[in-house]
Every structure is written in structure tokens, then in C-alpha cells.
């Protein structure tokens, strides 16, 4: 009999392949006799991220033990476990907000989902906003109280995203201590304040995150534990060693602490110190950060452009989303290279001009609001907007407060292409280690088309193979570099 290793290698052969739907058939039969190990729930969610839609029903049950364990990230999970929701409560969703709510009332399933992370399914959210506005003007939410908590706790996942009306409002407003207000809106930290950083895009973007800390969550998805120096190893196998044992890390723009968590995680050996310029975020940071077990990671607020007031240098530095929304995002980058030690190496993750362009032609939809002064009733605006002309992105950030802020009404955004990303690195003397891909599907089929390139650093085919797929980085580039062991 194949050990489970064998049997992960072949799952991994089948998706590598183009077979998702024959490598997640065997990973849901394996996940019955190894349900903790580790590997092979990255490998369901690495399947899942494919699709949603591979799911099938009688997965459910697996659904359920992702979305509960501690090691996953239930938002990763959320997406399948709604599609199956969607397909079997279709019927019931069809019928009234009255009998959605009392579906709602005794479906653990439903209601664990709820409770765990925002609902990344719009057509699930509109029958679930219908029912709650139900709930609320007909006076029957005390008849439904463990809906009517599951709704609470998912407006805290969601930050306030549904919409509502103003009969809605009217009726919050005359009863403001219901029970159900809270599901509408949701209590959130106070913001601590922002710093005067004397560039205006600076302050303007700390503002923003004061008042919509972003990303909320709950749990980082635990990547297999490593090293930073097997990683480099693997993506410049002839390369000096330079990475030490105990590397110094910075994160350069932690904002809520989420990739800073999921790299101490992964790096459990790294020192990391942790930067942002929102103290509502660092505190996010700090609270989330500690509940997961996560004490020793330093976290300053700095913007990225004075990073040598750390002093410090270090064996590498995460960058990841924030240099598009900085100012000059070349004084930043260079100010980051400025405290990068000879032979360490960055990662770094920025927007695609080609790529943002499908979050241009959204924009243009809602022209006449970006000017106005931005409440969670404008946020809530613009979804109403985009949802009403059948253009509500499927994106995970249109699914809560912050992100549609993030998404859509960002103070900053200058985008970058292959070939300013290549002039940077040539301006700041680094090396290209790999340039990475969104899926395993993906990697695999650039290595089919392009077996000269098998250390992904043909900035030529990069940038062809984008043009063939516009939303190729809709998630953003991400690619590591290295600064030379001589540092001219």
C-alpha cells in the first residue's frame, strides 16, 4: 500500500497536470484517514483555490473540520462551504425571508459559517440581507436567537458591508439597544489617531486604515514550517549561502499583522520586526498576533521611507501590497534595499497596472462618489451601485467594509508593470530570484510552455504571458530578489 507521502506526491502530479477534479476526489478520500496532517489540508486548500466550485456536498462535513481548525484560515474555506449551502438550500432561499430564517434557525452548517467568516457569496448575502431586514421591521428577530446572534458575530466578520434601506435605518434608530442592531452595525475599535507624517499621501492613507483596519481576521492559514534560507536555496539553487540561522526579517507595511503572522509561522526561527504607519492596525497586529501564539515579533510605527531610523539591517524584508499605495514608490523601495544586508533578499508584492485596469472600469461606475467624503454609508453606496448594474466583483475584498475601502477608495494606488518592476531592481543593483505564480496550475503550465526559464526569471515571457491573461495578477506580482554579496 502507498504511504500517505506516495499518495500526496500523486494528488500534487494530478493538479500539476490539469486534473484538479481527480487530485481533490482523492485528497477528500485520504483527509477521512489523515484528517491532521498538515500537508494535505494545504494541498485541499491550494485545490479549493482553483475552484470553489470542486466542492462537492458530501465534503460538507470536511468543510466544516477546515473551517473550524485552528491552523486554516476559515476565509480560504468559506467560498466552497457557501457554494454547497448554495446548491442546497437553494429551494428554501427561494421561498420568503421567513423561511430562510427558520432554515437558518437549525442548520449548524449554515450557522458555523456565519459565525466564522464574512460571506464571500453574493447571492447567499442578498437572501441572508433580505432576511434579516425581515427579522428587523416585522419585530420577529427574538423568535430566531441563534440566527440572530450568527448575524451579529457576521457583521463583525464583515465590518458592516450588507446594505439597507432607510425604512431599516429608521426602524435601528427608534429601537438603537434591539438585540439585532449590532447585526446591522457592528461595533468596532475606536481609532487611536493618526501621526502628522508631513507628506499628505502618507497621512491620508494612515487615516484610511485608522478608521477600517485592514485586513480583518480571525486565523492565518500555517504554512509547513522552513527556513528562509531553504527557500532561497530552492529559488537560487546556485547561489551563495547567506541567509543565517536566526535571519533578521522586517515586514514593510504590516497593516493588520496578517502576512507578518503567516511568516512567523513559516519562519519560526526569524527575528521579526513589523512596521506600519496606522496604530489602529499595530494594535490589530499586536491583539491578533498574541491570541495565535505569536509574542516575539516587534512592531513599530515608521513609515517605510525612514526605515533606517530602525537601525537596523536585515537578512530579509516582506513587502507585501503596500509600495503602490506609498507616496514615491521608488524612494520606498530604495529605502528598503538602504537596510538590506549584502546577499539578503526581499519579497515583495505590488499591483498590476494591467490588472487594475478590470478596478478602473469599476470605478467609472461610481465616478460621482469617489469625491464625496468616505462613511461606511458610502462604502455601502458604492456596493449598492455595483451590485444593482451587475458589476459586484467577486473579489474577496467587495465582501467587507475594509476592503471595498481598499479595493475601490483607496487614498493612493500607482500600479506597476513587468517593466518598471525589472528598471527597479536594475536601478537598485538586485537580482531577480523567481518571479511567482498565483496556482500550482499555473506554474505548472509556464513550465510546460517555457522549459528555458526553469527558474521563472524571463522578464520577456512575464510580461507576453500576462498580455494572454489580462487577470493573470489580479492578485498582485509577487517576486523575490536578492541584493549581491558585494554591495557596490
Not at 486554516?72 to 438550500?89: L, Q, Y
Not at 520586526?273 to 499586536?286: Q, W
Not at 475601490?408 to 523567481?434: M, S, T, Y
Amino acid at each position: 500500500m502507498a504511504s500517505l507521502d506516495e499518495a500526496l506526491q500523486d494528488l500534487y502530479a494530478h493538479l500539476r497536470a490539469g486534473r484538479p477534479d481527480i487530485a481533490i476526489a482523492g485528497a477528500w478520500q485520504l483527509f477521512e484517514a489523515a484528517p491532521s496532517n498538515q500537508r494535505l489540508k494545504l494541498l485541499l486548500l491550494e485545490l479549493l483555490k482553483e475552484d470553489s466550485e470542486l466542492a462537492a456536498p458530501d465534503s460538507a462535513l470536511a468543510l466544516q473540520s477546515l473551517l473550524n481548525d485552528p491552523t486554516i484560515d476559515p476565509r480560504e474555506v468559506a467560498p466552497s462551504a457557501w457554494a454547497i449551502v448554495r446548491k442546497e438550500a437553494a429551494p428554501i432561499l427561494k421561498l420568503s425571508p421567513e423561511a430562510t430564517a427558520r432554515w437558518l434557525e437549525a442548520d449548524d452548517s449554515a450557522q458555523n459559517l456565519l459565525r466564522q467568516t464574512y460571506v464571500a457569496d453574493l447571492e447567499i448575502e442578498i437572501a441572508l440581507t433580505a432576511m434579516r431586514r425581515w427579522l428587523l421591521l416585522s419585530g420577529r428577530w427574538p423568535e430566531f436567537p441563534r440566527t440572530t446572534e450568527a448575524l451579529v458575530e457576521q457583521a463583525a466578520c464583515n465590518g458592516g458591508t450588507w446594505l439597507f434601506d432607510r425604512e431599516e435605518r429608521d426602524c435601528l434608530e427608534d429601537c438603537p439597544s434591539a438585540g439585532i442592531v449590532e447585526a446591522f452595525r457592528p461595533r468596532r475599535p475606536s481609532p487611536r489617531g493618526t501621526v502628522d507624517f508631513a507628506e499628505p499621501t502618507t497621512n491620508a492613507v494612515a487615516e484610511q486604515y485608522e478608521a477600517w483596519p485592514y485586513p480583518q481576521w480571525t486565523r492565518v492559514t500555517q504554512l509547513l514550517p522552513t527556513t528562509i534560507a531553504a527557500t532561497v536555496k530552492k529559488y537560487d539553487p546556485d547561489g551563495p549561502d547567506t541567509i543565517p540561522a536566526r535571519p533578521n526579517v522586517l515586514v514593510a507595511g504590516c497593516g493588520t499583522g496578517y502576512d507578518t503572522a503567516s511568516l512567523a509561522f513559516k519562519y519560526p526561527d526569524a527575528q521579526i520586526t513589523a512596521i506600519d504607519i496606522s496604530r489602529t492596525s499595530l494594535d490589530y497586529a499586536r491583539e491578533h498576533g498574541s491570541a495565535a501564539g505569536l509574542n516575539g515579533i516587534e512592531f513599530r510605527l515608521l513609515p517605510i521611507e525612514r526605515v533606517a531610523e530602525l537601525g537596523q539591517t536585515f537578512d530579509a524584508v516582506f513587502c507585501f501590497g503596500v509600495l503602490h499605495h506609498l507616496p514615491d514608490p521608488e524612494a520606498g523601495w530604495t529605502a528598503m534595499s538602504g537596510v538590506l544586508k549584502p546577499g539578503g533578499v526581499m519579497c515583495l508584492m505590488v499591483y498590476s497596472k494591467i490588472a487594475r485596469l478590470l478596478v478602473q472600469s469599476w470605478r467609472k461606475s461610481i465616478t460621482d462618489l469617489l469625491d464625496h467624503p468616505v462613511s461606511d454609508d458610502l462604502l455601502r453606496e458604492v456596493r449598492k451601485r455595483l451590485i444593482e448594474m451587475g458589476r459586484a466583483p467577486t473579489w474577496r475584498d467587495f465582501f467587507t467594509i475594509g476592503g471595498v475601502h481598499d479595493l475601490l477608495l483607496h487614498r493612493h494606488e500607482d500600479p506597476f508593470d513587468v517593466a518598471r518592476i525589472r528598471r527597479n531592481l536594475e536601478r537598485l543593483g538586485l537580482g531577480l530570484l523567481r518571479f511567482e505564480l498565483p496556482s500550482a496550475s499555473e506554474k505548472a503550465s509556464y513550465k510546460r510552455e517555457n522549459p528555458q526559464d526553469p527558474l521563472f526569471r524571463d522578464y520577456s515571457l512575464w510580461a507576453r504571458r500576462e498580455l494572454r491573461q489580462s487577470l493573470l495578477f489580479a492578485g498582485m506580482y509577487r517576486f523575490w530578489c536578492r541584493k549581491p554579496v558585494t554591495d557596490t
